[in-house]
């Protein structure tokens, strides 16, 4: 079992930036694949991100290429999501997800996740 907390979530213009983190417990953190989602408004929830247990590998959605960024430190059992150049259009809750299959490949799919945290709000103003 592991839970995981968010944080680092608001209000921010377009064009600015902010990083996520989220707090994971228990020991097996580090052997967990982990990945962010986000879920607007009446949207369903959709993969974002991913990064594997060592943080040497890691998976984008096409539109977030170049303007978000995970990584992980599994000293601190923590994972973050730097995110850079946001559009309005980024709002959505955001949350962070761990994938204890050991699967070699990073997955995309939202029940292919057994532990998620409770998401944080991340508004971006235009």
């Known amino acids: 079992q592991v839970q995981l907390v968010e944080s680092g979530g608001g209000l921010v213009q377009a064009g600015g930036s902010l990083r996520l983190s989220c707090a994971a417990s228990?020991?097996?953190?580090?052997?967990?694949?982990m990945a962010w989602f986000r879920q607007a408004p009446g949207k369903e929830r959709e993969f974002v991100t991913a990064?594997?247990?060592?943080?040497?590998?890691?998976l984008y959605v096409d539109s977030m290429k170049g303007r978000f960024t995970i990584s992980r430190d599994n000293a601190k059992n923590t994972v973050y999501l730097q995110m850079n150049s946001l559009k309005p259009e980024d709002t959505a809750v955001y949350y962070c997800?761990?994938?204890?299959?050991?699967?070699?490949?990073?997955?995309?799919?939202?029940?292919?996740?057994?532990?998620w945290g409770q998401g944080t709000q991340v508004t971006v103003s235009s």
């Open positions: 228990g020991r097996t953190f580090s052997t967990y694949a």
């Open positions: 990064i594997n247990w060592s943080g040497r590998r890691s």
């Open positions: 997800a761990a994938d204890s299959s050991s699967s070699a490949l990073l997955r995309v799919g939202v029940p292919e996740y057994d532990f």
